[in-house]
T-cell receptor, first 113, second 110 residues
Framework: GAGVSQSPSNKVTEKGKDVELRCDPI?????LYWYRQRLGQGLEFLIY????????KSGLPSDRFSAERTGESVSTLTIQRTQQEDSAVYLC???????????FGPGTRLTVL | RKEVEQDPGPFNVPEGATVAFNCTYS??????FFWYRQDCRKEPKLLMS?????NEDGRFTAQLNRASQYISLLIRDSKLSDSATYLC???????????WGAGTKLIIKP
């Protein structure tokens, strides 16, 4: 079956612009995570969605970051007024429920000039 | 102290050798432990879960030491294709957040 997909695969933007990243999880996976990975670093938790429950946004680094998910389907991560320090790979993962194996998408490589 | 700590390496190991690395975690309430593998510029993929009794999958053996709060990964008869970064992952106590180590880079040389 299809895995987790993310788009775009690469995004180059100018400082101050807004960007929107998309994640399509595996069908039937109720949980969805967004992570950020800077070069040579581990994964930094951003936000977690579980079904129709309120998302855990505790990892979002600033109010410029927001994410939405409709039911158990597509999720979008929006970064407003991008800064150079936002440059990283943004990874999305889905799982049947928390504590289980996370399946990752290929990531979106964001470069802010 | 970081919540999950790993030696960043790189570990340069000849093909066929055995290599082991550890990962320490700070939250004594953690219940779920995993090793993920990440190839260069690729997404992480699950290598194996780590069970209390330890577990083995082919050339790979994972162990958990709750008293000292670390998990280990042993790779026997290493292959060139084992070259990757190995990420240690621990759940944040009783909740769903997974805390990721920065990874240990392994380079297998012919």
């Amino acid at each position: 079956g299809a895995g987790v997909s993310q788009s775009p695969s690469n995004k180059v933007t100018e400082k101050g612009k807004d960007v929107e990243l998309r994640c399509d999880p595996i069908s039937g996976h109720t949980a969805l995570y967004w992570y950020r990975q800077r070069l040579g670093q581990g994964l930094e938790f951003l936000i977690y969605f579980q079904g129709n429950s309120a998302p855990d946004k505790s990892g979002l680094p600033s109010d410029r970051f927001s994410a939405e998910r409709t039911g158990e389907s597509v999720s979008t991560l929006t970064i407003q007024r991008t800064q150079q320090e936002d440059s990283a790979v943004y990874l999305c993962a889905s799982t049947r429920s928390w504590g289980n194996e996370q399946f990752f998408g290929p990531g979106t490589r964001l470069t802010v000039l | 102290r970081k919540e999950v700590e790993q030696d960043p390496g790189p570990f340069n190991v000849p093909e066929g050798a055995t290599v082991a690395f550890n990962c320490t975690y700070s939250n004594s309430a953690s219940q779920s432990f995993f090793w993920y593998r990440q190839d260069c510029r690729k997404e992480p993929k699950l290598l194996m879960s780590v069970y209390s009794s330890g577990n083995e999958d082919g050339r790979f053996t994972a162990q958990l030491n709750r008293a000292s709060q670390y998990i280990s990964l042993l790779i026997r008869d290493s292959k060139l294709s084992d070259s990757a970064t190995y990420l240690c992952v621990v759940n944040n106590g009783s909740n769903y957040q997974l805390i990721w180590g920065a990874g240990t880079k392994l380079i297998i040389k012919p």
